[in-house]
């Protein structure tokens, strides 16, 4: 299971990662389809890595996107797998911080979810 190239998931976000490095480690860009602010979506720059590089078939990773539009950051984990016909997803959580004004309002700053990712043809 590669990590590089072009990535759906079922929100209908995009994102693309380049080619892993040998030490694993890997950029790309993140175009999000929905926003919980009130910006105008922009493509963000992501950044991640992943666990001995081609030594497994079915890698770990992890990457943060850091939201060019918004005060946000978002990072993902998970792991990418391959089921029997070659098809590849990336099975991820993530975790999202947004700033809020003060302490009192930490409560509320984190979300948190998954998404499922599926190669662009
Ligand atoms: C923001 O709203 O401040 C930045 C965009 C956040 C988009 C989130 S990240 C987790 C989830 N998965 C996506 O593809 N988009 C949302």
């Not at 999000?32 to 890595?49: E, F, H, N, Y």
């Not at 943060?64 to 990418?80: A, D, E, L, R, Y």
Request: hydrophobic residues 30%.
């Amino acid at each position: 299971c590669i990590l590089s190239g072009s990535w759906k998931n079922e929100l209908g976000s995009n994102m693309t990662i380049s080619a892993v490095n040998a030490d694993g480690g890997f950029t790309g860009s993140y175009h999000t389809a929905v926003t919980a602010s009130d910006k105008r979506i922009q493509l963000s720059p992501l950044k991640g890595s992943q666990k001995h590089t081609s030594q497994r078939k079915q890698p770990t990773f992890g990457f943060t996107v850091s939201w060019t539009f918004s005060n946000s950051i978002t990072v993902f984990v998970g792991q990418c797998f391959v089921d029997d016909k070659q098809k590849e997803t990336l099975k991820t959580m993530w975790l999202l911080r947004e700033e809020v004004g003060s302490r009192g309002a930490d409560w509320k700053a984190t979300r948190v979810g998954t998404n499922v990712f599926t190669r662009n043809k």
